[in-house]
């Protein structure tokens, strides 16, 4: 077992180095890649992954398709966690695209589940129906699940990788830039990372 073990969520702009900074953590490296802002950088450090689990999808998915790959990754993540050895290092690229699936496939559940029964699938009452609210905490909770799965080995590893949107005030950009994503991330992990870029060189 490593005397010490790090779960950091590095997150910030395209290109400000936070897939590179991931790849700087102890191997073996256990990657579950949804954002492909690999390519390029996992070139460079192939020596280090163990395993590599990509999960394309095309633009503009469809829900199913979104659930496939979820399923697809839940079971691949459970395994990874599972069975990587002490000292490795799982990585998400990222979390707020994963995120994005999570949400969609839980809005289609929550329409599925609450209101089949009643709309019985008469295609008359679809028409004119109104999909129910996202049970937000249900979400929220599924995304921490995700994020401090890997606490559950103190042998681990894990960086969540998040990207940034920015900040608006009065409909207008500030020219800050907070994380994208599930709000509770960081206190889900133990340090939070925001990436900057300088010139050629990252911070």
Known sequence: MPKRRLVALPWGEEKTGKTHFAFTFPAP???????FGTE????????????????????????????????KF???????IRDAPAGATIIIDNC?????IVTEVMKKETFEH???????????????????????GRRNAYMRSILTSPLTRRDLNAVMIHAAKPV???????????????GGASKATQVT????RKGMEFS
């Open 96 to 100: 707020t695209d994963l995120d994005v």
């Open 193 to 196: 990372i925001q990436t900057q």
């Open 168 to 182: 608006f005030a009065d409909n207008k950009k500030t020219g800050r830039w907070e994380l994208a994503g599930y």
């Open 29 to 35: 490296i256990y990657l579950y890649d949804f954002n």
């Open 114 to 136: 609450k209101y089949h029964n009643e709309i019985k699938g008469k295609a008359a009452d679809l028409e004119d129906y109104q999909p129910p609210p996202l049970d937000w």
């Open 40 to 71: 390029g950088v996992i070139e460079e450090f192939e020596e280090k992954v163990a395993m590599y689990y990509p999960y394309p999808l095309l633009p503009c998915p469809s829900v199913e398709e979104m659930e496939q790959t979820l399923n």
């Open 74 to 80: 839940r079971r691949e993540y459970r395994e990874g």
